[in-house]
DNA sequence: GTCTATAAACAGATAGAC
DNA sequence: GTCTATCTGTTTATAGAC
């Protein structure tokens, strides 16, 4: 009797007139859900509180997703669709190999600037990602299967292509151990604004983190980056 | 009748006969509640998981601590007064300031760099200080009050210090927003694997994150620290 | 498909015996 | 100080009316 499916034919077997009024009972819990989830916890938010954020009813929780765990499934995979449309958009083709377009040094540092750019600009500014990236925060805290779709659809993608990126940049190559450590090091950087956010508010003496904290931070990010790529260029 | 005061008389008002026996339910009960707030967040946990991980009473939290609550800022106590005392063998009295102490660049270089090591030591390879990260960054992601002892406690004073080894280093203000900013991108690419730990270790190829791979991760971040404080000093 | 009523389990707090 | 029993509220899941 439950839908488990995360698509969904059009043509729906029940008999409600409208079409696409269950759909957008679905897509409402599940935006409640993550903006709940990401700010309380899974475990602090009740199904009540979910179903009354999405103005919904407690029972469409189990009738959409089968219980409370299958809602956070489906987030998951609805927030795996969405940053690989963001991450697609900021570093192009994604499953394209960076090493066969040949990009000069100077050419692909410009990209990476940009990736750590973007990633900043998400991560830092944008107010309506804070319940996403909270919710993905919270998920790596205690895997579940909920992190496996995020992990292959987002996280391990674009990572390989910023390696790929740093081997043009730098000559490292792309896929070595020092080359895949670097890199996470340039995102952690720019993720702890996000996770430290109230203790790094408090020690600038932020009121709040808008769109001039953000370009501060990404003007450090980059000098940060461009320093290392020029030192492990230099390093031959 | 309960006891929310930190610091306690030897001398029990109770009619206990041995002395000592309360305080080490008591820490029982502290280091207990860290390990399984940690895992699995403060509201997944129930006073029963922790009374019997700890081998003791469900009532002995509501004596000791008044209740849940008070045990989690006992908590934050506990982890604020250890956490002081490693970040104080590795930095020296954090309270000096720095800039007193007409440091050369190099020295103050080394010194950023031994600072940067102890953090990924702790950080990332010390598996009992598993429990203690995760306390706090779940603590960071909902500030409550248990978060100021940590902050006021540890943080500030850290980073405070960290700004003016900065200064001494690259000659840049250890108060301006750039320096404040540089160093917590410093410490937020230590952070991160910590909390990606789990893609990090996909990623990598880990099974575990023991020392070989805690001084691959320290190899690169003393690689990047050394980098950027080259380039800020050649900026003038 | 939506909504209500209710069941069954479990939470934290508390009173009081020992 | 420790431990048990119990109170009160809340949780998710479910059965069934509409």
């Given at each position: 009797m439950t839908?488990?499916?995360?698509?969904?034919?059009?043509?729906?077997?029940g008999g409600s007139r409208r079409i696409g009024a269950a759909e957008r009972t679905r897509e409402?819990?599940?935006?409640?859900?993550?903006?709940?989830?990401?700010?309380?916890?899974?475990?602090a938010t009740s199904t009540r509180a979910i179903a009354a954020e999405a103005r919904a009813n407690i029972g469409s929780i189990a009738y959409h997703f089968g219980g409370k765990e299958g809602l956070r499934t489906a987030c998951a995979q609805y927030i795996a669709a969405m940053i690989s449309q963001v991450a697609g958009r900021a570093l192009g083709d994604l499953t394209a190999d960076?090493?066969?377009?040949?990009?000069?040094?100077?050419?692909a540092a410009a990209r990476l600037v940009r990736a750590i750019?973007?990633?900043?600009?998400?991560?830092v500014a944008r107010p309506e990602a804070g319940e996403i990236v909270q919710f993905i925060l919270r998920e790596l805290g205690q895997p579940t299967d909920a992190i496996d779709v995020i992990y292959n659809g987002v996280f391990e993608p674009v990572h390989r292509h910023l390696c790929?990126?740093?081997?043009?940049a730098t000559g490292d190559p792309a896929e070595s151990e020092y080359t895949r450590i670097a890199v996470f090091t340039m995102v952690g950087q720019i993720v702890y604004f996000r996770i430290g956010r109230e203790p790094v508010k408090r020690r600038m003496g932020w009121g709040e983190i808008g769109p001039r904290e953000a370009s501060a931070v990404a003007a450090v990010a980059r000098d940060n980056l461009k320093a290392i790529l020029e030192a492990r260029r230099k390093r031959t």
């Amino acid at each position: 009797m439950t839908r488990d499916d995360f698509l969904h034919e059009t043509g729906s077997a029940g008999g409600s007139r409208r079409i696409g009024a269950a759909e957008r009972t679905r897509e409402a819990l599940i935006r409640a859900a993550i903006r709940l989830f990401g700010k309380r916890g899974f475990d602090a938010t009740s199904t009540r509180a979910i179903a009354a954020e999405a103005r919904a009813n407690i029972g469409s929780i189990a009738y959409h997703f089968g219980g409370k765990e299958g809602l956070r499934t489906a987030c998951a995979q609805y927030i795996a669709a969405m940053i690989s449309q963001v991450a697609g958009r900021a570093l192009g083709d994604l499953t394209a190999d960076p090493s066969r377009l040949q990009l000069a040094p100077e050419e692909a540092a410009a990209r990476l600037v940009r990736a750590i750019e973007t990633l900043v600009g998400f991560m830092v500014a944008r107010p309506e990602a804070g319940e996403i990236v909270q919710f993905i925060l919270r998920e790596l805290g205690q895997p579940t299967d909920a992190i496996d779709v995020i992990y292959n659809g987002v996280f391990e993608p674009v990572h390989r292509h910023l390696c790929g990126l740093w081997e043009a940049a730098t000559g490292d190559p792309a896929e070595s151990e020092y080359t895949r450590i670097a890199v996470f090091t340039m995102v952690g950087q720019i993720v702890y604004f996000r996770i430290g956010r109230e203790p790094v508010k408090r020690r600038m003496g932020w009121g709040e983190i808008g769109p001039r904290e953000a370009s501060a931070v990404a003007a450090v990010a980059r000098d940060n980056l461009k320093a290392i790529l020029e030192a492990r260029r230099k390093r031959t």
